[in-house]
């Protein structure tokens, strides 16, 4: 995190704020897919490749947030994090 500019971080934690503050407008009725596809770089932009055991096959939504993380294993938290900010303005439209 020691090289991301302040901008970036900022407009990563403002994208993620709109993300989950958001109850009436566009980013409110989202699809699981798009859902799983913010969620996933988020965990990537947060926390790096998925470090988590795969949950079992009766967990359905555990496991596709699992694999829709694990999807996004090698990508950089920076790449992430700004895929996440455009992905946000995009879905926000």
Not at 15 to 32: I, V, Y
């Amino acid at each position: 995190w020691v090289h991301l500019f302040s901008g970036e971080m900022e407009a990563f934690e403002a994208a993620a704020k709109m993300a989950t503050e958001d109850k009436t407008g566009p980013l409110s009725k989202l699809s699981n897919e798009k859902k799983l596809v913010l969620y996933k770089l988020y965990k990537q932009a947060t926390t790096g490749d998925c470090n988590t055991a795969k949950p079992g096959m009766l967990d359905f939504a555990g496991k596709a947030k699992w694999e829709a993380w694990d999807s996004v294993k090698g990508m950089s938290k920076e790449d992430a994090m700004a895929k996440y900010v455009s992905t946000v303005e995009e879905y926000n439209k």
